[in-house]
């Protein structure tokens, strides 16, 4: 009882159509907050199997929140929440190997095209998991944005673009020269969540402008997420 509790606050702060941050977010004043708050975590699911049922919960939930809404907008807001707050609440510290496949948080490994495409999948989209997750990132990104896709030398055009969205909300899927990930337009910030190869550190959520990973690209192909 206390587990399925827990389980339907994070959902509620997640989902918030208000922009509330979820305590289980990362803080304009704290960007450390995700990694403390995965800590949280692994102390309140005292064990992986708690931590797997508990994110399968928030799925389902999720999905079942999903299928209510009616606005395009509703929508929307409801994806960003998801991949803003959510799947780095509970994924954040998975660690990163060429050949992680895994698909649960928290157990085993998952490269970064197989952390995009197997996190998308359980949000509803039904994409070729597998598949996409092996070739390069731009055959991901024009699956998923519909083909509209743009395409930028060097970080500066990049963010130049972001700031010019009037959205303030917007998730985005971002290939990297060798890598892949989400990008999230939060206000003025821009966040990179993605499963990082550098130190072989694992999934994480990072402002770009202070990624290693994301900076180290020399182009870069960015397409808007489409809904599930």
Not at 73 to 94: C, I, M, R
Not at 156 to 179: A, M, N, P, W
Not at 207 to 225: H, I, M, P, T
Request: hydrophobic share 40%.
């Amino acid at each position: 009882m206390r587990l399925a509790y827990l389980i339907f606050v994070v959902f509620l702060f997640s989902c918030s159509q208000q922009n509330q941050h979820s305590p289980l977010s990362i803080t304009e004043n704290k960007t450390n907050s995700v990694a403390e708050s995965t800590e949280e975590m692994k102390s309140v699911y005292n064990d992986l199997e708690t931590v797997s049922a508990a994110y399968i919960s928030f799925l389902d939930g999720w999905k079942r929140k999903y299928s209510t809404l009616e606005s395009v907008q509703e929508k929307n807001e409801l994806l960003f929440h998801a991949v803003k707050d959510s799947l780095p609440y509970f994924w954040t510290g998975t660690e990163w190997d060429f050949n992680g496949m895994s698909r649960e948080p928290q157990h085993g490994q998952v490269a970064c095209g197989y952390f995009v495409t197997n996190t998308l999948t359980d949000l509803g989209y039904r994409i070729r998991r597998i598949y996409l997750a092996q070739q390069a990132a731009s055959v991901m990104i024009e699956k998923l944005s519909h083909n509209k896709v743009k395409r930028f030398v060097g970080e500066d055009l990049l963010f130049q673009h972001l700031s010019d969205l009037k959205e303030e909300h917007v998730v985005f899927l971002i290939g990297l020269d060798y890598h892949v990930g989400y990008l999230i337009k939060d206000g003025s910030k821009v966040y990179f969540l993605h499963s990082d190869y550098i130190n072989r550190s694992g999934v994480k959520l990072e402002l770009a402008a202070e990624s290693q990973a994301f900076l180290a690209s020399e182009k870069y192909v960015l397409g808007r997420l489409v809904l599930p």
